[in-house]
């Protein structure tokens, strides 16, 4: 892309000209991956579009303001009131910029889709949402964890949200944007993480007197790190099963994040299933299915063959 | 004795106080002290009006009346009482988020959760939605040549509904809790499941009340427009002000409805077990979201579209000059109209939806800048070639042009999918709309109330103040709401209680400065109404039209007589009284005059009110005796009023005759000023126009003229 020069060199202005030096691990600031990297570098072309329409006025408006003042130097023209040169001109230049605006957007919008996966084999994690707490599932490596999202560097991840209580936004600003967790419903994420530290993540939606202290640490490490964790987590004691799901149902606050060896499989489709006795997939999909792109139909598939 | 019967569920706990009793905290404190605050109200008005023996003039010529300038009037007042609440609690927030970096600062969750929904619900339903309705109520009427809207007492019962929900939120300071759902309200959390107790209750039945009112004034005004013009007031001969208060009772008309059906299903979830929009049992809140957003984006250009009309009025007004641009600024706003039903899912891009879906509602949230952008450009070019003053109005509205476009910007970005998900509940949110309805419509109706206040009271507002309050406002508005667009970016929740970041701080300090500034400015409103009140006989303009007027109503004494027009003009432009003034032919009597029928005043608008209010209090607190007898209290006072024959009286031709002709030859008598005596006490309301002046000879020319009629 021939404007990939400009687009970084905007990108890096945002944040810097707001305020030199500030670290922000739980914001889209400090992108810790493509798709908060795009989402920034999208916000600064975005911007920078729309001073075609913005500078104008902060010009103009001064000029016209001392000139045309009572007692100015402008000519009174008291019934001045057309002229089809402006009137091209102040509806040609936003229509052409809404153009170009929607066509960024569009592209920007579909290359961006929470539901693409962003490489072969992801990682599978399942979220629960919780009163005031995430529940993270590894169907894959049989483990679980209470506010802690472990994460391989480099690896794709398939993020698949639910909630057992009310409506919950999930999100990872430094590496993807939110998602809502609904109950009876799954959601779908994917990221990508390519640099190893601790980052923030959080419920964005009001939940009630917890929802201030709803955060939770996400752990990008290196691949073998991982592996690692994966086998040291498994080694714990602790199980979640159906019985300790109904405990974390009770609304609390988690202070230290909280690991089990093993969870009772099938966990998350029994938590969407819990909302809908009465339908035996109970497979509601928040999504309209309406998308013809083969990444969606894949997706979708997926789903009704799990 | 069962109590429960008597009194519903209210208790001795239900009572604010109660909690500060039992358990006393500065949380508490604050709270008790707010109800405190509002039964002290309460008694004080009790007292004030007794004393002063206000009782009877308050129901005879006020509360009865079916005026279309009093109920305006009536409206604004209770939109600027209920901003004095929700703007210090929007400044207890900011205080709260400063004190909050790493401790949780003076005041609890909870009370923080019911402060953001009263703000929220209050600005926009008890502020914004009465400071416009009111707004239309007393301008539009006049400047289409009216003597009043086409169906007065539905207007007056629009009036008593939103002031019944109003009062049922002043009342949830005292007696029990607000919903911590914030002014959206969003299940399943406001479900009785998760949110038991009254507080979803009350945001039920006061925005529900509002709704309703504001459904009826849609219909009310749109009617008018469409049959009460005066003879040769063609639509593209109204005023602007006329289009955009047209163009947002039909979006009243059309989006207030899924707020109704939204509320009504919310309560029946709640009342009746129903499962609209529980988690289970087939309840779905997406439901919900779709149907409050159907109402809710409309809703926006509802609150901008007449603030839209006074920026036009007032950019050609105080340029002394036409609009520039009328007819493309009448199709902006129609498009504007059209677009803001095709963008509702914005709010919600974060809900799973396909990527396509998305796209195309970003971009249709695009294309409506469009039509904004050419209003913009419009108003400046409309001060190109004129002759600018910078007072109150116009500052406001210089203001407005700057600092709009700047939220124009960041809602431009709101609109893509993609920024969506980064900020979407962050308080880059919350300053994006702040940016637009605070310089947009809170300033436009504070511009308004600057320009229209000596047409409705004969008085103008003191200068000064008006100006040391705008430099207190526009400042404290721009400290107050831009750090909050870099603390959303920087991962800043909205309702959010505490934070631990302190990174944060500096900026959240920056925005309570603002808040400070914000309150400072108000206050020196207030102090403004009332000095200028006071100095009434040396701002007065009964002459009708201090500002060089251009459209009808400044053509007539100010305050207007009941009937409005002596006589019903005739128009042959859109400039009316201007070119009049021009051509020497303003101020002419009337060939003949004939008697004039106006609405009795009745007591059924504010029964209806007093029985609605007394309805949803008793079906938040489950008194259901109550919820019977005022229902059919309620259904009997509109049956009553459906006998009664003898609504309307006479005005005979004399009395308007005697009145008009005063008014006319004391305009005569007084010479008319310039735009340098504009602000001086020589300015009694007859204005020379701009364009002619240096010529005093066409001055008393227009005089002679006037009374050679």
Redesign the interface.
């Known amino acids: 892309m021939k404007s990939r020069g400009i687009v970084g060199l905007v990108a890096a202005a945002v944040?810097a000209a707001?305020?030199p030096g500030?670290?922000?691990a739980?914001?889209?600031?400090e992108p810790a991956g493509p798709i908060?990297a795009?989402?920034i570098s999208?916000?600064g072309v975005?911007?920078t579009l729309?001073l075609i329409?913005?500078v104008p006025?902060?010009v103009?408006?001064p000029i016209?303001?001392l000139r045309?003042?009572?007692?100015?130097k402008?000519?009174?023209?008291?019934?001045?009131?057309?002229n089809w040169g402006?009137?091209a001109l102040?509806?040609g230049?936003?229509?052409a910029l809404?153009f170009a605006?929607?066509t960024?957007?569009?592209k920007?919008?579909?290359q961006?889709?929470?539901?693409?996966p962003l490489g072969p084999e992801p990682l599978l994690v399942e979220v629960v949402a919780l009163d005031w707490k995430f529940l993270f599932l590894y169907p894959e490596q049989g483990v679980a964890t209470l506010d802690l999202l472990a994460l391989p560097e480099n690896r794709p991840v398939t993020l698949k949200l639910t909630s057992g209580?009310?409506?919950q936004?999930f999100?990872i600003?430094s590496l993807?944007?939110?998602?809502?967790a609904?109950?009876?419903?799954q959601?779908?994420l994917n990221v990508l993480a390519d640099k190893t530290g601790d980052l923030?993540g959080?419920n964005?939606?009001?939940?009630?007197?917890?929802?201030?202290?709803q955060s939770f640490k996400t752990s990008v490490m290196s691949q073998e790190a991982f592996a690692a964790w994966v086998q040291t987590t498994k080694a714990q004691t602790a199980a979640l099963d159906a019985a300790g799901y109904q405990t974390l149902l009770k609304p609390s606050v988690v202070s230290e994040p909280v690991l089990y060896g093993n969870f009772a499989p099938g966990l998350f489709d029994k938590v969407i299933a819990s909302?809908?006795?009465?339908m035996a997939q109970g497979h509601?999909?928040?999504?309209?299915?309406?998308?013809t792109?083969p990444h969606?139909e894949h997706d979708h598939m997926q789903e009704a063959g799990r | 004795m069962n109590w429960e019967l008597i009194f519903g569920q209210i208790t001795w706990n239900s009572f604010v106080f109660a909690g500060a009793i039992e358990n006393p905290s500065l949380s508490e404190f604050i709270a008790s002290g707010a109800g405190t605050v509002a039964v002290l109200g309460a008694l004080a008005s009790v007292i004030l009006l007794t004393v002063k023996r206000w009782w009877v003039p308050l129901w005879r010529d006020w509360l009865t009346s079916v005026d279309h300038k009093k109920v305006g009037i009536m409206y604004i007042v209770t939109a600027l009482v209920m901003f004095a609440r929700a703007v210090i609690e929007g400044a207890l927030m900011r205080a709260q988020q400063l004190s909050a970096v790493d401790n949780s600062g003076f005041l609890s969750a909870d009370h923080f959760g019911q402060l953001f929904s009263t703000h929220g619900t209050i600005m926009i339903f008890f502020v914004a939605m009465p400071f416009i309705t009111g707004l239309m109520n007393y301008v539009m009427p006049l400047q289409i040549g009216a003597r009043d809207v086409s169906f007065p007492l539905l207007n007056a019962i629009s009036l008593m509904l939103t002031i019944a929900g109003a009062i049922l939120i002043m009342v949830s300071l005292v007696i029990g809790q607000f919903s911590t759902g914030g002014w959206t309200a969003y299940p399943p959390f406001t479900g009785i499941h998760f949110s038991p107790g009254q507080g979803v209750d009350y945001w039920i039945w006061a925005v529900s009340l509002g709704s309703i009112g504001s459904t009826l004034t849609g219909l009310n005004f749109a009617v008018t427009i469409y049959k009460k013009r005066c003879p040769g007031m063609t639509l593209f001969r109204m005023p602007l002000f006329c289009w955009t208060t047209l163009c947002t009772s039909i979006l009243m008309i059309f989006a207030m409805a899924p707020l109704t059906a939204a509320t009504i299903m919310l309560a029946l979830d709640r009342y009746a077990g129903f499962h609209f929009f529980t988690n289970g049992a087939g309840g779905n809140m997406m439901n919900y979201a779709n149907l409050f957003w159907l109402f809710g984006h409309p809703e926006v250009y509802i609150l901008i579209l007449p603030a839209f009309g006074v920026w036009s009025e007032v950019v050609a007004t105080f340029s002394s000059k036409r609009i520039y641009g009328y007819t493309s600024l009448v199709y902006a706003t129609m498009c504007i109209a059209v677009l803001s039903f095709a963008v509702w899912l914005h709010h919600f891009f974060t809900m799973g939806q396909s990527a396509n879906v998305n796209a195309v509602f970003g971009i249709a949230t695009m294309v409506i800048g469009v039509p904004t952008g050419v209003k913009v450009y419009d108003w400046l070019l409309t001060m190109v070639g004129g002759r600018i003053r910078f007072t109150t109005p116009m500052l406001f509205h210089i203001n407005f042009l700057l600092t709009f476009i700047l939220g124009g910007m960041t809602g431009v970005l709101l609109a893509n999918p993609g920024i969506d998900f980064q900020v979407h509940n962050t308080l880059f949110l919350v300053a994006h709309f702040h940016n637009m309805i605070i310089p947009g419509v809170l300033f436009g109706m504070f511009a308004a109330v600057q320009f229209w206040f000596p047409k409705a009271f004969g008085f103008r507002l003191h200068e000064g103040l008006g100006r040391a309050s705008f430099w207190c406002f526009a400042p404290g508005f721009l400290l107050a709401f831009f750090p909050l667009y870099w603390l959303g970016m920087m991962g800043a929740t909205r309702r959010t209680y505490m934070w631990t970041d302190p990174a944060y701080l500096p900026w959240l300090a920056l925005a309570m400065a603002g808040a400070v500034l914000i309150l400072t400015g108000f206050a020196l409103m207030v102090t403004q109404i009332v000095v200028s009140v006071r100095r009434r006989a040396e701002l007065a303009a009964p002459l009708g039209d201090p500002w060089d007027g251009r459209a009808l109503e400044w053509s007539i004494p100010s305050p207007p007589p009941d009937w409005n027009f002596a006589v019903l003009p005739e128009v042959s432009s859109r400039h009316p009284f201007y070119e009049a003034k021009k051509a020497g032919t303003a101020y002419r009597s009337p060939t003949a005059y004939e008697d004039i029928e106006v609405p009795r005043n009745t007591a059924t608008a504010p029964l209806i009110g007093l029985f609605a209010c007394a309805w949803a209090f008793g079906l938040v607190w489950h008194i259901w005796w109550l919820v019977v007898v005022s229902f059919v209290l309620m259904w009997a006072v509109v049956i009553a009023r459906s006998f009664a024959s003898d609504t309307e009286e006479i005005i005979p031709a004399a009395t308007v005759k005697a009145a008009n002709e005063a008014f006319l030859a004391a305009v005569r008598a007084t010479p008319g000023v310039t735009r340098d005596q504009e602000m001086t006490a020589a300015n009694r309301g007859r204005a020379v126009p701009e364009s002619l002046e240096g010529g005093a000879g066409v001055l008393s020319s227009g005089a002679t003229v006037g009374v050679s009629r």
């Open positions: 944040p707001a305020w500030i670290a922000c739980g914001s889209f600031l908060a795009g989402q999208h916000f975005i911007s729309m329409v913005i006025m902060f103009a408006l016209v303001l045309y003042r009572r007692g100015g402008g000519t009174y023209r008291p019934d001045w009131e057309f402006l009137e102040i509806w230049v936003p229509v809404a605006l929607g960024a957007l569009w920007h919008t579909l961006h889709d929470p539901y693409r209580t009310v409506m936004s999100i600003p993807a944007g939110q998602i809502y609904m109950a009876g419903m959601t779908q923030i959080r964005t939606q009001y939940n009630g007197l917890g929802f201030a202290t909302f809908s006795p009465g509601a999909h928040a999504g309209m299915s309406a998308s792109s969606h």
